[in-house]
């Protein structure tokens, strides 16, 4: 049987810090779509995208950017809201 990369989710690939405290979460999943959780300038970062393009939300604080944007997918897409 041939792999079907429409139906795969890679490992996820983890970056540590010296301390081993977690620096990135990056997960591929899809044909070509990925997302990846960061630390960058003493902020979370969540980064979405398919290839080498998507969109990049600060996730550091409640109703902050990353929120906004769940929010308008929601109302956007209200039959895949949960």
Do not use: Q, W
């Amino acid at each position: 049987m041939k792999n079907d990369v429409t139906k795969r989710i890679e490992e996820p690939v983890i970056e540590r810090e010296t301390n081993r405290r977690i620096k990135s979460v990056t997960v591929t999943f899809g044909p070509h779509h990925f997302v990846n959780v960061s630390l960058k300038d003493g902020k979370v970062v969540c980064a979405m995208g398919a290839t080498h393009h998507g969109v990049l939300f600060e996730a550091s604080e409640v109703m902050g950017p990353f929120e906004e944007a769940v929010n308008l997918l929601m109302k956007s897409y209200p039959h895949r809201a949960f």
